[in-house]
């Protein structure tokens, strides 16, 4: 008992008297164990554990101790080894070392406390090696069995795989997801796994190829066989397992049965499928018809029909004309079908209307007759369960609907929701389409009367807008060709033709004039002519104007006097329309003036209603009687018929005008003397904008600039996502810091960036609801900014407010093509045009014109020509487009009005085309552009003020305009 507690030591020596001598030395202390070899001793370790240190002589016969240590250290690495040997040689000792890897040598003659002190140090050391190693393996078994049971438990099947399609490692839940009912019956019964396991065995190669190439796969779904035959869904987490040259031997991982995930998406595709057919269709036959085939097809049953309330008093139920079957042979089970009725509480669909709630018949063949009355023949058409659910709206039943399969299985049990789902939406559709019907009465006569008043509304518009096109492409020919004619004739000295061209040509442009008119006026009376509101500076547009009419001017030998103060300000209103109010008064003027003199006198007033601009125009001219003066603002009115017979006109011009004065805030006055001349004048407010709306009043800062009184303050706290974002690009401090005071009370979240780059990547993160872009921003990468966010489609509808110091860009931002013309085509404006695109002066140009018409193409190949154009012709966008493909213009002069492919999109399939670089266009078109088409042609760019002429005050005026245009900002309104 004593000597099994002591330390095993085993001591190996051939000679007899040194194992007495190292048995004596150590008998006290240790259980010594003898052995006279290294093979007794290989025996001894066998029989023995546990045994500390060994203690071997060096030389022995047939084995060494150097060769016994080494095996020992294979065979039992925690027993410690120590050599005795009588031999010093150094080379030997190393060899020793290497091959055995004792723990200390000893030679002979050794000291006993030497050798006892070294034993000891030995037994210690196992000691503390025996205790560590018990702990780990403690750790290893507990970590085993932690494992195992992860394995064994987990709810997901675990497995590892050879590539040809064996398993090799399963666990007890990937055995139940495929019907087996051990890990050991899936690994010994499925050896291929593509063909007994996946439904479509290309999936398993496509699994493999996806591993080949990236080593794991997630969520890879397939539909899978189980045992039984039955098919499920899994989703596979699988990673590669490859050996240590890198070859692919295998694959581990996990799987997981997501047939119930799947069903419930293929349940929720269903009712949203059924609820967009059922909710377009027009009676609640189709909606059943739909119902019936969709839910039958979906569920595998072979047989579906409906049942409605019939009668005077909805007291029995009928068969419907509504049913599916996918089975042949049903014929004359739906006969009988048709042939009978139900009252309530009576047979399958009785009681179903009866208690309405859904009923299942799951064994037709243990249904009493009278329970249901057409067991016999279903049963003869291999019916064996039946479903069937009311169709109710509000509290009335409107329809049951049943089911029949001849296969039933325990999943239908749970689509009694979905198909209850489904009857809830018939139900909904049949209420709406009552309440659509009494709609529908109600609103027929309205709409009936509407019709009928509208009717002519829009033959006229109809009528006027096609005629505009259709009047002036030939008028495009007329004009132009009479120009160039005229040059020809002058060339070759035909005065006479030059007279009768020119008479031609003054006939074509008073045509002109007359539609334009008439297009205007029609426009003002169906209140859709739009008013653009802007400020600009009124001197300017005063002399420009008077510059315009110095042909006129010339042609009857006027003169004009011009008093208007280049400091007199600015002014907010239209500046087309008034451009064109003035040129009608002032042409008038010089039409009726010969060899006399003209004034015109601008002067800012004060008033009740606040400054006024007044503008008098005084003509030395015939003047006109008192008693035309009452009719002289009516449309196709002029003084008398001689006058219309002496110098021309249509009578709208001065119509036109009021009109347009009245729309902006304002007003026409004339006086006039017969024979003597007469006076205009003209008074619109300084801000004609906030004189037409109603004021309100929003809270204000008295240290901020003052906010326009159009817009109603929607929530200053900015960080709610629900309002609109406004990012700023700029390198302007002072705009950032003015714009985040400003617009913070309107209720809108503001960006800013600095710099071009930063503006770009946080317009792709935020998408605002619009841009503002200071062009003064490195102007040349504003520009490659601007094709950026035009160009991407994320970006490309967002609205863009262009901040620029240079006007020369006005017009092309405008309608967002460089440049655009009217027909009929004024030829010296078309040469001024083209000539702003040549990269030098008198350099040829390439120019692509697309347009349909054949006579203007040719008109205007002849046109070009003669500027030293080269010119290429497609007659719609699709050949234009071909012909890009070949060879790039310089140039592109473009009919919005064409077959096939139109300008519009023409143009943005030119946009889309990355590989094309920015190519000049010029619009081409003999019809006024609606709201929507200049939207379209704009991309949702506007240019919105010069900033060197603008305080930042009134900069940010026209910024918020602007939003509020593009709809971002909502306008408040009028008490």
Not at 380 to 409: H, K, M
Not at 920 to 926: C, E, G, S
Request: glycine share 6%; with cysteine.
């Amino acid at each position: 008992m004593y000597s099994s507690q002591k330390t095993k030591l085993l001591i190996v020596d051939d000679e007899a008297d040194n194992l007495d001598l190292l048995q004596r030395i150590f008998h006290r202390g240790y259980q010594v164990l003898r052995a006279k070899n290294g093979f007794d001793a290989l025996e001894i370790l066998a029989n023995e554990p546990d045994i500390a240190v060994i203690v071997s002589d060096q030389r022995m016969p047939m084995m060494s101790g150097t060769e016994f240590l080494s095996q020992v250290a294979e065979l039992y690495p925690d027993t410690l080894r120590i050599i005795l040997t009588a031999h010093a040689d150094i080379k030997d000792l190393v060899e020793a070392i290497n091959q055995s890897k004792v723990f200390q040598y000893i030679t002979k003659p050794y000291k006993v406390e030497e050798l006892t002190k070294v034993v000891q140090q030995a037994t210690e050391i196992h000691k503390l090696l025996k205790s560590r190693t018990s702990q780990l393996r403690n750790d290893l078994e507990n970590a085993e069995a932690k494992y195992t049971s992860i394995f064994e438990n987990a709810v997901e099947g675990i497995f590892q795989t050879t590539i040809d399609g064996r398993y090799l490692i399963a666990n007890p839940m990937l055995a139940q997801i495929y019907g087996y009912p051990s890990s050991e019956s899936l690994i010994n019964n499925v050896t291929n796994i593509a063909n007994q396991i996946y439904v479509n065995p290309n999936r398993r190669q496509e699994f493999i190829n996806i591993l080949r190439n990236h080593d794991t796969v997630s969520n890879f779904e397939s539909q899978v066989y189980r045992r039984d035959g039955t098919k499920i869904w899994i989703s596979e987490n699988v990673r590669a397992v490859r050996d240590f040259d890198g070859v692919l031997i295998g694959f581990e991982g996990t799987v997981q049965d997501i047939s119930q995930r799947k069903r419930a998406e293929e349940e929720s595709q269903l009712l949203q499928s059924l609820t967009l057919e059922i909710s377009a269709v027009n009676d609640f036959q189709t909606a059943l018809e739909i119902a019936l085939r969709k839910i039958c097809q979906f569920t595998g049953w072979d047989y579906g029909e409906a049942w409605v309330p019939a009668g005077d008093e909805k007291q029995i139920l009928v068969c419907s004309p509504a049913w599916y079957s996918s089975l042949e042979g049903l014929e004359e089970f739906r006969q009988l079908s048709e042939r009978i009725s139900f009252p309530s509480g009576i047979g399958f669909p009785g009681r179903v209307w009866e208690y309405q709630r859904p009923e299942w018949i799951w064994d037709i063949s243990l249904e009493t007759e009278l329970n249901f009355l057409r067991k016999y023949p279903a049963l003869e058409c291999g019916l064996q369960s039946g479903l069937a659910i009311p169709v109710c709206a509000d509290t009335n039943v409107v329809a049951i609907i049943a089911f029949f399969t001849r296969n039933p299985n325990d999943g239908d049990q749970q689509l009694v929701g979905l198909i209850g789902a489904i009857a809830m939406q018939l139900g909904a559709l049949m209420r709406r389409k009552r309440d659509e019907e009494s709609l529908r009465l109600m609103n027929e006569e309205l709409s009936l009367a509407r019709d009928r008043a509208l009717e002519a509304n829009r033959t006229k518009s109809s009528f006027i807008a096609n005629m505009s096109h259709e009047l002036r492409t030939p008028l495009n020919a007329i004009i132009g060709y009479s120009e160039m004619l005229q040059e020809d004739a002058a060339l070759l000295g035909l005065d006479d033709f030059g007279e009768d061209l020119q008479k031609i040509y003054r006939s074509g442009k008073h045509l002109l004039d007359l539609i334009n008119d008439i297009l205007d006026m029609t426009k003002i009376e169906a209140g859709k002519l739009e008013i653009y509101y802007d400020n600009f500076d009124l001197p300017m547009l005063v002399w420009e104007t008077c510059k315009t009419i110095e042909p006129l001017l010339s042609k009857n030998s006027n003169q004009i006097h011009i008093e208007c103060d280049r400091q007199l300000g600015s002014i907010r209103t239209d500046m087309t329309r008034l451009r064109q109010v003035l040129l009608n008064i002032l042409s008038n003027a010089c039409k009726f003036t010969k060899s006399g003199e003209i004034t015109i006198k601008v002067n800012r007033l004060n008033s009740l209603q606040g400054e006024i601009f007044y503008f008098t125009i005084t003509d030395t001219g015939i003047g006109i009687s008192p008693e035309n003066l009452q009719n002289l603002f009516q449309p196709f009115n002029q003084a008398d018929s001689s006058t219309t017979r002496q110098y021309g006109g249509t009578g709208l011009g001065l119509a036109i005008s009021r009109r347009l004065c009245q729309m902006m805030g304002g007003d026409i006055h004339v006086e006039s003397e017969l024979g003597k001349g007469s006076t205009f004048t003209i008074c619109l407010p300084t801000d004609c904008e906030k004189l037409t709306q109603s004021p309100l009043k929003p809270p204000q800062d008295p240290l901020l600039p003052p906010v326009s009184p159009e817009y109603s303050v929607l929530n200053p706290a900015n960080s709610d996502e629900s309002y609109p974002s406004i990012l700023i690009v700029a390198d302007d401090l002072m705009l950032h810091q003015c714009t985040q005071s400003y617009l913070s009370y309107l209720g809108v979240r503001i960006y800013s960036s600095l710099n071009i780059t930063d503006g770009l990547e946080l317009a792709h993160q935020i998408l605002p609801s619009a841009i503002i872009l200071d062009m003064q921003t490195s102007s040349i990468h504003s520009w490659e900014l601007l094709r950026d966010l035009k160009s991407q489609p994320l970006t490309s509808g967002i609205p863009i407010i262009l901040l620029t110091v240079n006007d020369e860009t006005h017009e092309r931002y405008e309608i967002g093509a460089n440049d655009y013309l009217f027909k009929p085509i004024d030829r010296d404006r078309l040469i001024t045009t083209i000539d702003k695109y040549r990269p030098e002066v008198k350099t040829r140009l390439s120019v692509l014109v697309v347009e349909d018409d054949l006579n203007v193409r040719a008109m205007l190949k002849r046109m070009l020509e003669k500027e030293n154009c080269l010119v290429v012709e497609a007659q719609d966008g699709h050949e234009a487009l071909e012909i890009m493909t070949k060879q790039l213009p310089q140039l592109i002069l473009l009919d919005l009005m064409m077959p096939n492919i139109d300008g519009f999109e023409f143009m943005h399939l030119l946009r889309l085309r990355y590989d094309t670089p920015l190519i000049p266009i010029i619009i081409i078109t003999a019809r006024d552009l609606s709201d929507d088409e200049c939207i379209r042609l704009s991309g949702s760019v506007q240019k919105i003020l010069q900033k060197t002429n603008h305080s930042y005050a009134q900069l940010l005026e026209g910024i918020v305009q602007r939003l509020h245009k593009f709809g971002i900002l909502t306008k408040s309104k009028k008490p």
